[in-house]
């Protein structure tokens, strides 16, 4: 006690290791996520967070992770009853049939639309409307068949996750919440503990670099005992009633829980998933199908009525009409297609498949979903709370001499 009487000014050492310590690691994290956008004069005068900063990789990973780990999404689509899919659409299916029916004879006949009777008319209307949901069930069918070859499932994951940043973090801090706590904590723990060990050498050893070059050391070591212990060690080690395991493979199924929830509820929804079938980098096939099914409702269509028959004659004007049908249904479809959204998400239940396999899978590929975001920087991170470490001991040194 006598000691720290008359050397309390010492006890510097070990408070501000800790400070560093908790400092440098909450700062390693705050880099390692924001900002967002690159901040500065670029290329290299500047920050962006590690994460966003690799967008495109780690939802790379992230898709790679989900695709060769848990869900096929050949075998999801399977779960699709497309009849059933079907009825919840056909309301929207009969509107838009008499819809096409309109366009088609108002653009190419008006006079003769104006002139047909109306039991003409319905008898029209009543042949689309029965032969467009059978024709659309064929295409859904094809598509749900053929889903591996017009969903691109790795683009459509990365594409969201460039452009919207923020999910792409959220993903990370929410499931990771825990051990980033725990990281922040640890700084201030070891920190602390690492001072006291300086504080008794400067005792007895006073050189003017001992100080930068411990701090230096504390800030490597903080932030490196934080991320091992994370995820080391993967199996559980039991000593009677005490139990060490990485800290994020603990929590395996809590963490399983959150990130289904975030995939399935804010990416893989149907919404996203039907905009990028039919309106994605691979939606040029399914055109090609929509156009082959929309031909065949006009086809039969004009095969029904004499007036009809009439109307299209000549390949020209027959084309033209199979153009503004298909126009008129392009224009509605994800109106359709919205009336079933809630369906699909029931159907395809990504959530509870998402969280079941990766409840079921083993320490190390489950640790392999948080790991990407320090492995692709972790010297970088380390080298931040080196650096900021190293600048305390400079301090301490200041407030000696």
């Known amino acids: ?147 591996g070859e017009l969903f691109d499932l790795r683009t459509m994951v990365v594409d969201t996750l460039i452009a919207d940043k923020g999910l792409l973090n959220k993903i990370f801090i929410k499931c990771g919440a825990s051990e980033f706590k725990f990281i922040e904590r640890s700084g201030a723990y070891f920190g602390f503990l690492f001072g006291l060990i300086q504080m008794f050498i400067w005792n007895y050893f006073q050189p003017w670099w001992f100080l930068p070059l411990a701090g230096l050391v504390v800030g490597f070591s903080t932030n490196w005992l934080a991320l091992k212990l994370i995820f080391k060690p993967e199996k559980s080690w039991k000593f009677g009633s005490f139990e060490i395991q990485g800290l994020f493979i603990k929590r395996q199924n809590e963490v399983s829980a959150e990130y289904s929830a975030i995939i399935a509820g804010q990416i893989l929804t149907s919404p996203r998933i039907f905009d990028s079938i039919f309106y994605g980098n691979r939606s040029g096939h399914v055109t090609d199908l929509i156009k082959k099914h929309v031909s065949k409702v006009v086809d039969l269509a004009a095969g029904s009525s004499l007036e009809i028959i009439q109307l299209v004659a000549g390949t020209r004007k027959y084309k033209i009409i199979k153009n503004i049908a298909y126009s008129s249904f392009k224009e509605d479809l994800r109106i359709v297609l919205s009336q079933a959204f809630s369906y699909t998400e029931q159907a395809l239940d990504l959530e509870n498949t998402l969280r079941s396999k990766m409840q079921a899978l083993p320490p190390r590929k489950f640790a392999s979903f948080l790991h990407p975001i320090f492995e692709e920087d972790e010297l970088k991170l380390i080298a931040v709370g080196a650096f900021l470490g190293g600048l305390a001991g400079l301090i301490q040194l200041y407030l000696f001499f």
């Open 1 to 147: 006690m006598e000691f720290f009487i008359e050397n309390w000014i010492y006890l510097i050492i070990p408070v501000t290791s800790g400070l560093v310590g908790w400092l440098t690691n909450v700062l390693a994290l705050r880099m390692t996520f924001y900002p967002l956008e690159f901040k500065g004069i670029p290329p290299y005068l500047g920050w962006q967070g590690i994460i966003p900063a690799k967008a495109g990789v780690m939802a790379g990973k992230a898709v790679d992770l989900i695709t060769k780990n848990l869900v096929k999404i050949e075998d999801q689509f399977q779960q699709i009853e497309i009849h059933r899919l079907i009825e919840i659409m056909s309301p929207e299916l009969e509107r838009v049939s008499k819809k096409i029916i309109e366009e088609v004879m108002n653009a190419q006949a008006p006079a003769l639309w104006e002139r047909l009777p109306v039991k003409v008319r319905n008898h029209l209307h009543q042949r689309v409307i029965e032969e467009l949901p059978v024709t659309v069930e064929a295409l859904m069918r094809e598509i749900n068949n053929n889903i």
